[in-house]
């Protein structure tokens, strides 16, 4: 797949146009799509539609092709496993490559404590199971989330995810005993509030309007996703493992979206040596094949009972090969150091936008997990129409660029590790233009 930009037709393309119509009479209008083009084929940081237009990928599928599209050790992974057997269900007749992910998940997760991994499908299955090992290993009911958190779309993850729309509009009653507490948000929260300050915040709101004794466990993403990939301040996250411990609660860290080299370490938690009770993992751990898993501490994930954790695909054979192989690419092809590269070139890209436009009121996150939060002339109030234009016009001249945040004001940045600099440079460059293109719109808009 040639790694460059490339538009043959205009956008969207005729048979892109015509697949387009067919999806809009066959599925379900509640799943939309970001960009209106269909995928032929991908690999690298590139993908191409049906009529032959190359996109550069700032989005891997949302997180999950972190060792580039179509990574050549995982289609190969894949077709030797789907060769000799596609499921038997691992809880009839278990095999290898389960075995082998969980042992490495044990290795690569924080902390080198005895630890054991359970597998499944989705990243809100694993979530909600962490919530079921947390509530049997404590004994305990209330699951503490976090303002801004996005942790799935199934009935219990919904009552944890914190935005309406689209998440829960018009889809309760939800599940119970789940408590919200405010986040570390430094751009928004007031000067010079430390992490350990934000975390005392918190503390008191879960004291006051939970009770620590009633506290199954806190469930964090260490550096936040969809809510507007919100970096927490340093000493938050340690805060709040301390006192999960002295409390009796399990520290959840949800790295589903940060897991496996996106921020330029295996994990989030490792750059502050937070180590969590339990660690949730999907999106980038298969390579774009459909796994999760929960790994944590040996004695609490051994607190259920046999039989009480488990599903029919859960820990597929193809997607458990997929998953050895991705994981053994971060280690083989330097992804950590990549990560660390791209985060490198992309915020030098970022904060020369934030110099000369003053509409990028902060630039942040990790590795190549980054983020641009756009908002008004009062440099506070947040503008979600600049962000989905400037996302629209990218989109329109072949970059992928996905917005996030609870205002829709975030402009993110997930690129696949593998993607060349001078790949990464051309889609910033279609970015700058886009920003400058649409200067006049939005300020007049205001
Ligand atoms: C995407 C995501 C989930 C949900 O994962 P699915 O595979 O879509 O169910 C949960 N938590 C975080 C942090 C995520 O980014």
Redesign the pocket.
Same mark, same amino acid.
Request: charged content about 25%; cysteine-free.
């Given at each position: 797949m040639p790694q460059s930009r490339h538009l043959a037709t205009e956008l969207p393309g005729p048979r892109s146009r015509a697949l387009m119509a067919r999806k809009t009479s066959a599925v379900a209008g509640g799943v939309g799509t970001t960009v209106p083009v269909f995928a032929a084929r991908a690999g690298g940081g590139i993908v191409e539609d049906v009529d032959g237009n190359r996109f550069v990928d700032l989005g891997s599928g949302? /997180?999950v092709t972190t060792v580039g599209a179509s990574n050549p050790a995982v289609v190969a992974a894949v077709q030797e496993q789907v060769a000799a057997f596609t499921h038997t269900c691992f809880m009839v007749t278990p095999y290898e490559p389960y075995v082998a992910v969980a042992e490495k998940l044990n290795e690569v997760t924080p902390g080198d404590h005895a630890k054991k991994t359970a597998l499944f499908n989705? *990243? /809100? =299955?694993a979530?909600e199971n962490a919530v079921k090992i947390a509530r049997h290993a404590t004994g305990r009911d209330a699951v503490v989330v976090f303002d801004h958190a996005?942790? *799935?779309?199934t009935n219990l993850?919904m009552a944890m995810t914190a935005k309406a729309m689209p998440y829960k509009s018009g889809f309760g009653p939800f599940a119970g005993e789940v408590y919200r507490a405010p986040m570390s948000y430094p751009f928004r929260d007031p000067e010079g509030m430390t992490g350990e300050q934000a975390a005392a915040r918190a503390i008191a709101v879960i004291e006051a309007q939970v009770g620590a004794d009633q506290v199954a466990c806190v469930v964090i =993403?260490p550096v936040q *996703?969809?809510g507007g990939f919100i970096e927490p301040a340093p000493g938050f996250l340690p805060a709040l493992a301390a006192w999960c411990r002295q409390s009796g609660a399990l520290f959840v860290a949800?790295e589903?979206?940060t897991g496996v080299a996106r921020t330029g370490d295996w994990f989030a938690c490792d750059r502050e040596g937070v180590v969590p009770d339990l660690v949730?993992v /999907?999106?980038g751990v298969a390579g774009g094949m459909p796994l999760?898993a929960v790994t944590g501490r040996a004695e609490l994930v051994d607190a259920v009972h046999t039989g009480g954790l488990g599903g029919t695909y859960g820990g597929n054979p193809v997607a458990c090969a997929a998953a050895l192989a991705a994981l053994d690419s971060v280690e083989r092809d330097g992804l950590l150091q990549r990560a660390r590269a791209v985060e490198a070139l992309v915020t030098g890209r970022l904060h020369a936008l934030a110099a000369r436009d003053s509409r990028v009121g902060d630039v942040r996150g990790r590795g190549a997990m980054l983020a641009v939060e756009l908002v008004g002339a009062d440099g506070l109030t947040p503008d979600p129409a600049l962000a989905a234009a400037v996302a629209g016009a990218a989109k329109a001249q072949g970059v992928i660029v996905l917005t996030c945040g609870t205002h829709g004001n975030v402009l993110r940045f997930l690129p696949p590790l593998t993607i060349s600099d001078e790949l990464l440079h051309d889609a910033f460059d279609v970015l700058d233009a886009a920003f400058a293109a649409t200067s006049t719109t939005t300020a007049s808009a205001r």
């Open positions: 949302i /997180a989705s *990243g /809100a =299955e979530v996005y942790h *799935g779309r993850t =993403e *996703g969809e949800d589903v979206q949730v /999907a999106k999760s």
